[in-house]
């Protein structure tokens, strides 16, 4: 089992950053070999993804539509994996998930484990 637990939601304004958290633990987990992704859900829409990084670091994937502001990050020291989030838009309001695979592999066909998301709300 792979648990994962996120955390630096909160409300800011348009044009703040945000860096959110996602710390990784687990019987299963073998950290530096685990790609993590983020995505995200916005009252009355599909979850979207955001952004996955591979065990090593050395493969991202980021959204088209958060390229240029958001940035994926990890320790693999720490079990955790970072989402900065910049010149944040009200359209990026949402609760923010992070989620692993249960099958390792880059990139990801199918995610797992999701985290209980952290809520990020930008105000105009």
């Known amino acids: 089992q792979v648990q994962l637990v996120e955390s630096g939601g909160g409300l800011v304004q348009a044009g703040d950053s945000l860096r959110l958290s996602c710390a990784a633990s687990g019987s299963t987990l073998r950290f530096s070999i685990h790609p993590i992704g983020w995505f995200r859900q916005a009252p009355g829409k599909e979850r979207e993804f955001i952004a996955a990084?591979?065990?090593?670091?050395?493969?991202?994937k980021i959204a088209d539509s958060v390229k240029g502001r958001f940035t994926i990050s990890r320790d693999n020291d720490k079990n955790t994996v970072w989402l900065q989030m910049n010149s944040l838009k009200p359209e990026d309001t949402a609760v923010y998930y992070c989620?692993?695979?249960?099958?390792?592999?880059?990139?990801?066909?199918?995610?797992?484990?999701w985290g209980q998301g952290t809520r990020v709300t930008v105000s105009s």
């Open positions: 989620a692993a695979p249960s099958v390792l592999g880059w990139p990801v066909g199918r995610y797992s484990y």
């Open positions: 990084m591979n065990g090593s670091g050395r493969r991202e």
